[in-house]
């Protein structure tokens, strides 16, 4: 019991650091570091914040649903998976930060919220069963990569750098739901993946203005 207590403590102060701090890694190197944009009208930078910002809060919720199913998944395997995953998903955190950094903007002020929520879906699913954590991490996923999509559309065709992190986020976040599949994941009913969706827009019209 007082394992799990000194884990948990650990989860909350990993926790606050994603949601509140400018985190930073040097782990990969930053998709728009040597390029150069066509100057952006404020309306277009607004924009594009608006859009990284929402990114941002993603990926806080991301490491969240991760760390939590981490806490609570049966099988050793599977933890690391999800350990490994919440790593990877680290970068988009620094380059989501780094680019709202570049636009003069700050991150959500909903995201420690936005972390609870999550690391507590995690957690749950975790206690579901590997197979079907793995089905939550899957269908995150796709929903994040047809979100990404979104996102390439509607930002300013000026705007090449955030294009760019969007392109890498998306290759990386398919590679992860595929890597899901493959382990096993099951499908989740078509209620969960609505409810799912649901709370999606909700973090995205918060997170934009907010």
């Given at each position: 019991m007082d394992k799990f207590v000194d884990i948990l403590i650990k989860e909350v102060d990993k926790g606050l650091k994603y949601s509140t701090q400018n985190f930073q890694s040097n782990k990969r190197t930053y998709p728009a570091e040597d390029i150069k944009n066509k100057e952006l009208t404020e309306l277009e930078k607004n924009h594009s914040a608006g859009l990284?910002?929402?990114n941002?809060?993603?990926?806080v919720c991301a490491q969240a649903l991760?760390?939590?199913q981490a806490l609570t998944a049966d099988l050793s395997d599977i933890k690391h998976k999800m350990s490994e995953a919440a790593s990877e998903e680290l970068d988009h955190l620094a380059w989501c930060n780094k680019r709202l950094e570049e636009l003069n903007q700050k991150p959500s002020l909903?995201?420690?919220?936005w972390y609870g929520l999550s690391f507590t879906l995690g957690a749950v699913a975790g206690l579901a069963g590997d197979k079907w954590s793995l089905g939550f991490v899957e269908e995150t996923e796709e929903q994040v990569v047809k979100h990404l999509d979104e996102h390439m559309d509607k930002v300013s065709?000026?705007?090449?750098?955030?294009?760019a992190i969007l392109k890498q986020?998306?290759?990386d976040e398919k590679a992860h739901s595929k890597a899901a599949s493959d382990a096993g994941a099951a499908e989740l009913p078509v209620m969960a993946k609505k409810s799912m969706s649901i709370i999606a827009k909700i973090m995205t019209l918060t997170s934009y203005r907010l």
């Open positions: 990284m910002r929402v941002h809060s993603g990926e991760y760390r939590g909903l995201n420690p919220l065709p000026k705007d090449i750098k955030t294009k986020m998306r290759i």
